[in-house]
């Protein structure tokens, strides 16, 4: 019997040997159904694939978070690319490190190192911190969350998704203990990071230099996501804006990934 190494070693090796062909990213309708955190995690995708220009389609479908084997819930985006797939942000970083394309190939093993810690931070504050608010407050949840959650439903079943996606989002909250944040709270921990973030920017294209990398495409996914998704609570967008150069980078990547396009 093959051991999982040895299977997982398989694995890697028939993904790499694999065509870069059908790719499809599946994520929710932007307009009616996606939510804070899913938009931010599908754009991410998107510009990472954008930056390694490789091919893509985007999939629209409201069941996306739906489409594993089996029909479990998936974290969004879905992405298939030949016989593969795999959600999220950073397993479809993996699934394309596996087919030998890296975006920090040039960076030392320090850089790297730092690069990682900068993306976890990113991925984990952020999300956190728009599943806050799109659970923990009222008027968004009420006004935003709950409507594009139970829009592509009748109305029964528009109650038990609601009801389920806000029993994950909380328990994902208590685990990480920002069940009892304020939104002062959040807002401090938001804050410190764009500093950091924009720190490292400094004047430079990218995060390390002239250059993308994932963590571009991270901080990218996030950051615009909050700029400009309406709110009744603009907290998170108006706490972005206080950093000009992240501004001003959100700017600059959308043009050279998303303008032409």
Aim: proline residues 5%; glycine residues 4%.
């Amino acid at each position: 019997m093959p051991s999982i190494i040895g299977g997982e070693f398989l694995r890697q090796e028939s993904l790499a040997m694999e065509p870069w062909v059908d790719a499809e990213l599946y994520q929710p309708y932007e307009a009616e159904t996606i939510l804070l955190p899913e938009n931010s995690s599908c754009l991410a995708a998107k510009t990472y694939l954008r930056m390694c220009n490789l091919p893509f389609e985007v999939k629209f479908a409201p069941n996306a978070e739906f489409m594993s084997s089996g029909g479990r819930t998936t974290k969004l985006p879905f992405f298939r690319v030949g016989a593969f797939f795999t959600s999220e942000f950073e397993p479809i970083v993996n699934l394309v490190e596996n087919k030998g394309i890296s975006l920090t190939e040039n960076l030392t093993e320090d850089e790297k190192s730092d690069a990682r810690a900068f993306l976890a931070l990113t991925e984990n504050i952020f999300t956190y911190a728009e599943l806050f608010v799109s659970y923990m407050d009222e008027d968004v949840f009420e006004n935003v969350t709950k409507p594009r959650t139970a829009s592509a439903y009748n109305y029964l079943l528009g109650i038990i998704q609601n009801w389920r996606k806000k029993r994950h989002a909380l328990k994902q909250l208590e685990v990480m203990q920002w069940n009892d944040f304020t939104m002062e709270e959040v807002i401090d921990k938001v804050s410190t990071l764009c500093s950091n973030l924009d720190a490292k920017l400094g004047d430079k294209p990218f995060m390390y230099g002239n250059n993308p990398i994932e963590l571009d495409a991270a901080v990218f996914g996030h950051l615009f996501t909050i700029l400009t998704t309406p709110l009744p609570n603009e907290q998170l967008a108006e706490t972005i804006r206080q950093y000009p150069g992240l501004v001003k980078f959100c700017q600059r990547v959308e043009a050279k990934y998303f303008k032409s396009k």
